[in-house]
């Protein structure tokens, strides 16, 4: 039997880091501007599991919904080295608390969410 996942939680970048993140992963394709290095506390950032620059630029754009993107990136992620990634993260959440970490304004509403999701089935 496996172990069940913890829940990964979903925090802005630019938050201190608290005691329960566990490991404390960076989901964004770009480090995030006017952050240290040394004061993010990223543990990981699988740049394989980002949204590609065409995707991530066509939602910024407001081209189309939430939900179109979240299919869109859902596909994405379905591509091999993604998929290795993603299968990495899920065995994070196994192994402990998982945060996962954006720059987006609106994490609830970013392929952070999506991730989140995603690792919770």
């Known amino acids: 039997m496996t172990k069940a996942a913890h829940h990964p939680k979903l925090r802005r970048v ?24 040394a004061d993010a506390h990223v543990d990981e950032w699988p740049k394989s599991v980002t949204p590609s ?13 939430y939900e179109e993107f979240r ?3 859902e596909a994405e992620l379905a591509a091999p080295e993604a998929a290795e990634a993603l299968g990495r993260l899920r065995e994070l959440a196994r192994k402990g608390p998982l945060t996962l970490l954006t720059a987006s304004k609106e994490p609830a509403r970013s392929h952070a969410a999506v991730l989140a999701e995603l690792l919770r089935r």
């Open 14 to 37: 630019y938050e201190t880091p608290e005691p329960g993140d566990g490991t404390r992963v960076l989901v964004d394709r770009l480090w995030p501007r006017g952050l240290a290095k």
């Open 53 to 65: 620059t065409e995707l991530r630029r066509w939602y910024h754009a407001g081209e189309g919904t």
């Open 71 to 73: 299919e869109r990136y």
